[in-house]
C-alpha cells in the first residue's frame, strides 16, 4: 500500500476508476447469479463516484450509462484497453514525418485507431498513407505503452509504436484528420508539439539506423500502487 509520503494523484484516481469499471463490466459478462450482478454494479456505481473527484469531473449517471452500454455476454464482453498504432516515419534526409492534427492542431507522428482484420504494423502503414499519402516500409518494433499510465489519455489504451521507412508518395493531408504535413529536422519541429523530449530521441536514433532498444513500462509491483514505487527493468 501507499508508504504514507506518497500522494493520490489524479492519474491514480481515473486509473482505479477505469480498472474498477473493468472488472465490475467484466463480472457482468460472466455471472448469472442476480446477487452477483447486484454487487458488480454496484462496484460500477462507486467507480464512477471516483471521478467526480478529479479536474474533470464527469457525472457519475452519464459514466454509468456509457460504461453499462459497453457490457456484453460471456467472453465478448470481457474489459480490455483500447488499442492505437503510431508510426515514426524517417527519410533519405533523416527527417521525420509529422501531421497537424485538424481537431487540436497540435503536430505529432502519424496515431490511429487499431482497424479490425489488421496487424498493428499494418495499420501503421496504413495510417501514414491515410494521413500523409507517403508510402512507407515497417522496419522494426519501437514502443508500447499504456496511454493512461504515461498519462496522454483518461480511457484504458495501449499504444504500439512501429519505426517505418518511407518508400513512395507524396505529402497530402487527409482532408479532414489533418491541417498540415511535413518532413522535419530534429533540431527544426513544428510547435505545438507533443512532449517530443519523451519520444523525439529514440525517434531520430532509430531514422538514423543506430540500436534502439523496444520500450515499454517497468512492472510496478504491486501494480494497482501507480508509479510511486516503480522501478525500471
Not at 504515461?150 to 517505418?164: A, C, D, E, K
Not at 509491483?221 to 522501478?231: F, I, L, R, S
Request: aromatic share 10%; glycine share 10%; proline share 6%.
Amino acid at each position: 500500500m501507499f508508504d504514507g509520503e506518497s500522494q493520490v494523484t489524479e492519474k491514480d484516481l481515473i486509473r482505479w476508476s477505469e480498472a474498477l469499471s473493468a472488472i465490475a463490466r467484466t463480472g457482468l459478462a460472466f455471472t448469472e447469479s442476480l446477487y452477483e450482478q447486484e454487487r458488480f454494479q454496484e462496484v460500477m456505481e462507486v467507480a464512477a463516484e471516483i471521478q467526480t473527484g478529479t479536474s474533470m469531473p464527469i457525472d457519475p449517471k452519464v459514466l454509468i450509462t456509457e460504461w453499462t452500454k459497453t457490457i456484453g455476454h460471456g467472453v465478448p464482453g470481457y474489459v480490455t484497453p483500447k488499442s492505437t498504432v503510431g508510426a515514426i516515419v524517417g527519410n533519405d534526409d533523416g527527417e521525420l514525418l509529422l501531421v497537424q492534427r485538424a481537431d487540436s492542431g497540435i503536430w505529432l507522428y502519424p496515431t490511429g485507431w487499431s482497424d479490425v482484420g489488421y496487424s498493428p504494423a499494418e495499420v501503421a502503414a496504413k495510417e501514414v498513407w491515410e494521413e500523409t499519402g507517403i508510402k512507407a516500409e515497417v522496419v522494426q518494433l519501437l514502443g508500447v505503452h499504456d496511454g493512461m499510465r504515461l498519462g496522454f489519455t483518461r480511457i484504458p489504451l495501449y499504444s504500439t509504436v512501429f519505426h517505418l521507412r518511407a518508400v513512395g508518395g507524396e505529402l497530402k493531408p487527409h482532408p479532414l484528420e489533418c491541417s498540415d504535413v511535413g518532413w522535419f529536422a530534429e533540431d527544426d519541429l513544428p510547435e505545438p508539439i507533443v512532449n517530443p523530449k519523451r519520444w523525439a530521441p529514440q525517434a531520430f536514433a532509430a531514422i538514423r539506423g543506430e540500436h534502439v532498444d523496444v520500450q515499454f513500462d517497468s512492472v510496478r509491483t504491486p501494480p494497482w500502487e501507480g508509479d510511486h514505487h516503480a522501478e525500471s527493468i
